[in-house]
């Protein structure tokens, strides 16, 4: 677990260095609103609706422990990347508060979709607050914490990749290569840690992952004769009707 959580927050430190860098200035109402007419974003919703239908249905009806475990540990995080909301929201008072200024004889309200973009943001971190406290009550804290950073993170740089188009705004050469290998080494940290806390946790729900009791386990009782007045002292007897149970 400390390889992978290690693994996970270099994954993260090398994707916030060398990822997309760039502002927002300039930004206008009307860009913020067409941005979310694009086909590639518009795509990427029911992406993020499919896959957060399909962690709902295996962690409810799954039969695999392993996949289980992971959905639990990625659904807090992956809903959780869904940024876009808070940073529009923002951009938009931006947008709106820099309008006033130009114009200072003009009062400017806040258009409709600033509310409910806030809104949005707002419940998908709550959301994703819940998946992650549900997640700590069937596993172990550093498996809960570290896979919610590394599908969120993941998530996030999606959602950049298909509404900010990231990779058009980085820079340098090394700003390629790093940014993918940081997501690469973040994602071996998230499969080390799904493989290796295998069998040791529960899964909350009276299934146990990979313990499994056999009567070869348990403990055995013997029924022994009453053997009155032995002076054995390692032998002790409870009384019985017919013999006398020896422990």
């Known amino acids: 677990q400390v390889l992978a959580a290690t693994l996970i927050v270099v994954g993260e430190v090398i994707v916030a260095i060398f990822g997309d860098h760039t502002n927002d200035n300039g930004v206008t109402v009307k860009e913020v609103e067409d941005s979310y007419r694009e086909p590639l974003f518009l795509a990427y919703f029911v992406a993020i609706a499919i896959w957060m239908v399909a962690l709902g249905f295996e962690m409810k ?25 808070l940073k529009d929201s923002l951009t938009i008072l931006k947008a709106v508060h820099a309008k006033q200024e130009s ?8 258009p409709w979709h600033f509310y409910f973009m806030m809104f949005l943001a707002m419940t998908t971190a709550f959301i994703g607050l819940l998946l992650l406290t549900a997640c700590m009550k069937r596993y172990d804290a550093t498996y809960s914490s570290a896979m919610f950073v590394g599908s ?8 950049s990749v298909t509404h900010y188009k990231t990779f058009s705004n980085l820079e ?26 295998k069998g040791e946790n ?7 992952d990979d313990i499994s009791m056999s009567s070869e386990a348990l403990p055995s009782v013997t029924v022994v004769p009453s053997q009155r007045g032995e002076s054995d002292p390692l032998l002790r007897t409870a009384p019985g009707s017919e013999g006398d149970v020896a422990w």
Do not use: K
């Not at 996949?67 to 959780?80: C, E, K, N």
């Not at 969120?152 to 959602?159: Q, T």
């Not at 700003?175 to 690469?184: D, Q, S, T």
């Open 61 to 85: 009806y799954g039969q695999s422990l392993l996949l289980r475990r992971f959905a639990w540990g990625v659904s807090g995080g992956s809903i959780t990347g869904l940024q876009n909301f």
């Open 103 to 110: 114009n200072s004889n003009i009062g400017l309200s806040l």
């Open 152 to 159: 969120f993170v993941v998530s996030a740089s999606i959602m």
């Open 172 to 197: 340098h050469i090394y700003n390629f290569v790093l940014y993918p290998l940081g997501l690469a080494i973040l994602m071996l940290g998230v499969v080390i840690l799904v493989y290796e806390t």
């Open 202 to 208: 529960s899964d909350g729900d009276g299934n146990a």
